[in-house]
């Protein structure tokens, strides 16, 4: 066992860089990488607070470090620090568990408590704690190489304990309950991912300081969170980002004299999930925007095909064209709010315009969709009003929402349920689906 040890601790020694903005750009990686793999789970437990509490509590741990070693040895320091962190976790377990009080009150008496009596004792042993402020607000540049090895072996063994431990740890983020019933040892799954929780906070200490080390547990995660719902993905995006801040904030503080580290970061992190927040796919704030955009513009396009399909009903499928002012009071609208509209339908092939711009019919596909947007509402109508008991005088607002929205699918088990209706609850006629696919005033 010692010489395997050995052997670790000589390869963790080559993996070490020589030059110190080289640790410096190390110690940002390792940092990036233990919170963003670890906040995943913070994330999704919905205990980002109990990071920020961890953070605070570990404060007594570093003061007692720097007091009872007097070679400011890392490894002393680390196991204060973590023993004070996990006294801590385990305080709000037991507070939580034990009394009435929900998780954000123990964990705010805890964090204050804890921090409170850091400081204290700090102030009253100002002589043996110098460089205690590298750790309330980071510094990499102060890493060395004896800081940068326990900094590796503990993100070794948080990655590893991660790699085999993770499809346990994520059933029991969603659901303990659960987890118990899958035969999972929930508590002692429980005691390690807060144990892996300290490791993190007190690995990411010199780097972010007590202060902001929450915020790169839970900023890279939740920009990931934002960008993937598979968990394998969500992991490296939240790795990928918590590297990149990592990096950023060296760079950055190290290029611009007076800045200090961990605040850069958190900023640098901060940076990229605004941009995430924005531009993502599927939950950004922009790409929300322009599909409700696209959505309401497509609802407007179908409403409008529909009013010229009622134009034609109305006068008994005679007529082949409808004037733009026709369609304009159908609709409620200017002309000039209708012709916006009848560009973007002639765009899309809906329909053909007349010569002389007055007038326009529908084409082959506009009819169809029309038909469908019609079929759509009358079905709907006939639903509510056959199945929920509602007055034929109170179905046309739902059935005007949802005409846009009603899947083929539906369509037809509609059909089947209602036993392939003709007429709907006003008496009038249903489109029919073998006439979706011809002009009603070509088949007449």
Same mark, same amino acid.
Request: aromatic letters at 8%; charged letters at 20%; one cysteine or more.
């Given at each position: 066992?010692?010489?395997?040890?050995?052997?670790?601790?000589?390869?963790?020694?080559?993996?070490?860089?020589?030059? #110190?903005?080289?640790?410096?750009?190390?110690?940002?990686? =390792?940092?990036?990488?233990?919170?963003?793999?670890?906040?995943?789970?913070?994330? /999704?437990?919905?205990?980002?607070?109990? #990071?920020?509490?961890?953070?605070?509590?570990?404060?007594?741990?570093?003061?007692?470090?720097?007091?009872?070693?007097?070679?400011?040895?890392?490894?002393?320091?680390?196991?204060?620090?973590?023993?004070?962190?996990? =006294?801590?976790?385990? *305080?709000?377990?037991?507070?939580?568990?034990?009394?009435?009080?929900?998780?954000?009150?123990?964990?705010?008496?805890?964090?204050?408590?804890?921090?409170?009596?850091?400081?204290?004792? @700090?102030?009253?042993?100002?002589?043996?704690?110098?460089?205690?402020?590298?750790?309330?607000?980071?510094?990499?540049?102060?890493?060395?190489?004896?800081?940068?090895?326990?900094?590796?072996?503990?993100?070794?063994?948080?990655?590893?304990?991660?790699?085999?431990?993770?499809?346990?740890?994520?059933?029991?983020?969603?659901?303990?309950?659960?987890?118990?019933?899958?035969?999972?040892?929930?508590?002692?799954?429980?005691?390690?991912?807060?144990?892996?929780?300290?490791?993190?906070?007190?690995?990411?200490?010199?780097?972010?300081?007590?202060?902001?080390?929450?915020?790169?547990?839970?900023?890279?995660?939740?920009?990931?969170?934002?960008?993937?719902?598979?968990?394998?993905?969500?992991? /490296?995006?939240?790795? *990928?980002?918590?590297?990149?801040? #990592?990096?950023?904030?060296?760079?950055?503080?190290?290029?611009?004299?007076?800045?200090?580290?961990?605040?850069?970061?958190?900023?640098?992190?901060?940076?990229?999930?605004?941009?995430?927040?924005?531009?993502?796919?599927?939950?950004?704030?922009?790409?929300?925007?322009?599909?409700?955009?696209?959505?309401?513009?497509?609802?407007?396009?179908?409403?409008?095909?529909?009013?010229?399909?009622?134009?034609?009903?109305?006068?008994?499928?005679?007529?082949?064209?409808?004037?733009?002012?026709?369609?304009?009071?159908?609709?409620?609208?200017?002309?000039?709010?209708?012709?916006?509209?009848?560009?973007? *339908?002639?765009?899309?092939?809906?329909?053909?315009?007349?010569?002389?711009?007055?007038?326009?019919?529908?084409?082959?596909?506009?009819?169809?969709?029309?038909?469908?947007?019609?079929?759509?509402?009358?079905?709907?109508?006939?639903? *509510?009003?056959?199945?929920?008991?509602?007055?034929?005088?109170?179905?046309?607002?739902?059935?005007?929402?949802?005409?846009?929205?009603?899947?083929?699918?539906?369509?037809?088990?509609?059909?089947?349920?209602?036993?392939?209706?003709?007429?709907?609850?006003? #008496?009038?006629?249903?489109?029919?689906?073998?006439?979706?696919?011809? @002009?009603?005033?070509?088949?007449?």
């Amino acid at each position: 066992m010692v010489q395997e040890m050995s052997v670790l601790a000589s390869a963790v020694d080559f993996l070490i860089p020589a030059g #110190g903005s080289a640790k410096a750009m190390m110690a940002a990686v =390792l940092l990036g990488a233990g919170c963003g793999l670890l906040g995943c789970f913070v994330v /999704l437990r919905r205990v980002a607070l109990m #990071g920020d509490a961890v953070s605070h509590a570990v404060l007594p741990g570093v003061v007692a470090g720097l007091i009872y070693s007097s070679e400011r040895s890392p490894g002393v320091i680390f196991v204060f620090a973590a023993t004070a962190g996990l =006294l801590g976790a385990g *305080l709000v377990r037991l507070m939580m568990m034990s009394t009435r009080l929900k998780s954000d009150a123990a964990l705010g008496i805890v964090l204050a408590t804890f921090f409170a009596f850091g400081i204290m004792w @700090q102030s009253r042993n100002q002589q043996d704690t110098v460089g205690v402020m590298n750790f309330l607000f980071g510094n990499v540049g102060s890493i060395d190489a004896s800081d940068l090895r326990m900094m590796l072996m503990t993100t070794l063994v948080l990655v590893v304990t991660m790699f085999f431990l993770r499809r346990p740890l994520l059933v029991m983020s969603f659901d303990e309950g659960f987890s118990r019933g899958l035969g999972y040892p929930v508590k002692l799954l429980n005691g390690v991912f807060y144990f892996l929780l300290t490791f993190s906070v007190v690995v990411a200490l010199q780097a972010v300081g007590v202060v902001l080390v929450s915020a790169m547990l839970i900023t890279p995660a939740a920009a990931a969170y934002l960008l993937t719902d598979r968990f394998d993905r969500m992991l /490296l995006l939240s790795v *990928l980002f918590g590297v990149l801040s #990592g990096l950023a904030g060296g760079v950055v503080s190290a290029e611009v004299n007076g800045l200090p580290t961990g605040p850069v970061i958190a900023l640098s992190a901060t940076a990229l999930f605004a941009g995430v927040y924005l531009v993502a796919p599927r939950h950004g704030v922009l790409s929300k925007a322009w599909r409700t955009f696209r959505r309401r513009m497509r609802v407007r396009r179908e409403n409008t095909l529909k009013a010229i399909y009622q134009i034609h009903e109305g006068e008994g499928f005679v007529h082949e064209e409808v004037s733009v002012l026709m369609l304009a009071r159908k609709r409620g609208q200017t002309e000039d709010a209708v012709r916006r509209d009848c560009k973007a *339908l002639l765009s899309r092939g809906f329909i053909d315009m007349a010569e002389d711009g007055v007038s326009l019919h529908l084409s082959r596909l506009g009819w169809k969709r029309a038909m469908e947007i019609v079929r759509n509402h009358r079905l709907w109508e006939l639903y *509510l009003t056959n199945e929920a008991d509602y007055a034929e005088d109170h179905v046309h607002e739902d059935a005007e929402k949802i005409e846009h929205i009603l899947e083929p699918g539906t369509v037809r088990q509609l059909e089947q349920h209602l036993d392939f209706p003709e007429l709907d609850p006003h #008496g009038k006629p249903i489109p029919q689906p073998r006439h979706l696919v011809a @002009q009603p005033l070509l088949t007449r």
